[in-house]
């Protein structure tokens, strides 16, 4: 079982010090130096608008100020990584966006906002006919979102409405003949980690199945942009590792070969020619977030020497 290094754990935390974003220097030290998720918060709440919702490039790939869905369940993903609860009112602000930016008569939330197109922001992220493109939004972002109401909503949120719109959810994910999406797919795993989720297991199953077909069996097909075994299998807990566990083997081998000179992990995707100058920049911020994601996925796995 290959290990990654105390000295190349040290690079790795010096790219982040010296390199990295400042929520991902807070993100470091939580993990790794008993540092506070206060502080954490405090960095997270420069990216969150009067409207609850969360924009300002926490997803490195938009870049426009404005608030979206998509961005605002990356905000929620690090709320669950840290452990904080809807006490806090940067999170109590995120629901009630939610709340307000829900459409009633689909369903479903927009993933992004016509907004960005008014600041650089990757091919992927076009908006005119984006809601094609993800499926009318059924399950990227809803499915992930229900599963934060359930974690956070609290009092926020009524019990009767989410429970309809969770059943609705679960149905139509497990009733698909077709396989999951990549995407789709993390989407789903999310909200199978939520407590109180009902249809549990058939959910799982789905996921299951999905999986087996779709994650990368091997080195070669992770220099692709590809579902990663550990983007489903984020710690030994999971319910996939059974399944998963060569693959997740592979995967941790293969991350700890693909550190850089720099001590960083960097993305295996690119903009391309649209606009080189902003993408070097989000370049560094995927370095960033990319560099303690997987010193985090590393060490839950035990695959830190010492």
């Avoid at 919702?53 to 709320?79: K, M, Y």
């Avoid at 909503?153 to 698909?176: A, C, F, M, Q």
């Avoid at 001590?263 to 100058?277: A, I, Q, R, T, V």
């Amino acid at each position: 079982m290959n290990q990654l290094t105390n000295k190349s754990f040290q690079q790795a935390k010096s790219f982040i010090n010296n390199q990295g974003r400042e929520l991902d220097k807070k993100r470091y030290e939580y993990h790794f130096e008993n540092g506070s998720f206060d502080a954490v918060l405090e960095v997270l709440t420069s990216y969150q608008n009067e409207d609850g919702g969360f924009g300002h490039s926490l997803e490195p790939d938009l870049r426009t100020t404005a608030s979206s869905a998509i961005v605002t369940t990356g905000a929620f993903q690090i709320f669950k990584e840290i452990g904080v609860n809807v006490d806090y009112t940067i999170v109590q602000k995120g629901i009630e966006y939610f709340l307000n930016t829900y459409d009633e008569n689909e369903k479903v939330w927009d993933i992004i906002p016509p907004e960005v197109e008014n600041a650089p922001h990757a091919p992927w992220w076009t908006y005119e006919g984006n809601r094609e493109c993800f499926g009318r939004y059924l399950i990227n972002p809803r499915v992930e979102i229900v599963g934060y109401l359930h974690d956070f909503g609290g009092e926020l949120v009524s019990k009767n409405w989410l429970e309809s719109l969770t059943s609705d959810v679960i149905n139509y994910i497990i009733s698909r003949e077709d396989d999951l999406e990549m995407h789709d797919l993390l989407c789903c795993s999310r909200l199978a980690e939520t407590e109180n989720i009902p249809d549990i297991d058939k959910l799982w199953k789905k996921i299951e199945q999905s999986a087996l077909k779709i994650v990368a069996k091997s080195p070669d097909e992770l220099n692709d942009y590809v579902l990663k075994p550990i983007w489903l299998v984020t710690t030994p807990s999971s319910p996939l590792l059974d399944i998963l566990r060569k693959e997740v083997d592979m995967n941790l081998d293969f991350e700890i070969k693909q550190q850089g000179e720099d001590g960083s992990w960097s993305p295996n995707f690119s903009w391309g020619d649209l606009h080189p100058e902003v993408w070097e920049i989000a370049k560094k911020e995927w370095q960033s977030k990319f560099t303690i994601d997987t010193l985090n996925t590393l060490n839950e796995f035990g695959r830190i020497e010492g």
